[in-house]
């Protein structure tokens, strides 16, 4: 699969439609994500993941050199992310606000708790991985997994890369499988699977 990135921006709402119907979207409404990100790629998944009907309730982390984009102007780097979204998140879907959900949405190095689904946005300095987890999959395996990366991309490959984290974590939240995995995100918008690395219980 090599959607690019402006096709998986524009459509993203279509591709998930066949799967969504309303008790699907009762889902996304009913859910809540908590929030870990200072860049452009925790707050574009973060914009698209309330735009589809789901609470994104951000941290105290002050956002970095980069953030700006559609959904922050560029005087708000520095200032807290739990108040510009408290801000800004509004605008973008009004009927979003109030969810209470266990979803956790982070670009890495991250903590994780909670039941789930766990979503880590990371990269290496070249390609950008989203690591996921539904509430099934295996917790070693997920942070042996994203052990192994650093902080998501700055630019558009970071929207990109954010875009695609928020597509994963609405299928989490509508049940979809599967429930562990990974996938890197290249310029030009290339989307490969990941082996997931397994864990010392796992083997
Ligand atoms: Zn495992």
Known sequence: MALREEQILRYSRQILLREVGGRGQEKLLSGGVRLKATGVAGLTAAAYVVAGGTAVEAGPESLAPGAEGFLVPAEDVGRPASEVLARVLPDVNADALAGHGTGRLAELPAA???????????GDGTRGVVIFRGAGGCVGCFEATTAAWGAPPKGALGVGLGALGALILQRLLLGLGPALGACTWEAPGVMTDLPVRRCGRCG
């Not at 994780?112 to 990371?122: C, H, K, Q, R, S």
Request: proline share 9%; hydrophobic share 45%.
């Open 112 to 122: 994780w708790d909670g039941e789930g689904p766990w979503v880590a946005l990371g």
